[in-house]
């Protein structure tokens, strides 16, 4: 049974930094596409990017390109979201996904909470 546990949420100062960690359990990591998706206060979750299972190549998706950057340590078997340059807008609850091939993303994290205020 594949099981995720996000970490490092909390609360930032706007145009601080904040690193998550999503630690797999279960699973290869490397046998899975691992994601981050976020839920901003009275909105859709929204997905943040990807980090491919084979390559280890990570992708995030604009506006967050260039301050978000997704990694993994296989080692560890964990996933991470650096986040740099904080906005306001960056407040939500932010969660780790993971799928398998052909699949949907089906396992998911319980999310930690991050807030930025100014």
């Known amino acids: 049974q594949v099981q995720l546990a996000e970490s490092g949420g909390g609360s930032a100062q706007a145009g601080g930094s904040l690193r998550l960690s999503c630690a797999v359990s279960?699973?290869?990591?490397?046998?899975?596409?691992m994601a981050w998706f976020r839920q901003c206060p009275g909105k859709a979750r929204e997905f943040i990017g990807d980090?491919?299972?084979?390559?280890?190549?990570?992708e995030v998706r604009e506006p967050m390109k260039g301050r978000f950057t997704i990694s993994r340590d296989i080692t560890k078997n964990m996933i991470f979201l650096q986040m740099n340059s904080l906005k306001s807008d960056d407040t939500a609850i932010y969660f780790c996904?993971?799928?398998?091939?052909?699949?949907?993303?089906?396992?998911w994290g319980q999310g930690t909470q991050v807030t930025v205020f100014s």
């Open positions: 996904a993971a799928r398998l091939a052909g699949e949907d993303y089906s396992y």
């Open positions: 279960g699973r290869q990591l490397t046998t899975m596409g």
């Open positions: 980090i491919k299972w084979s390559s280890g190549n990570p």
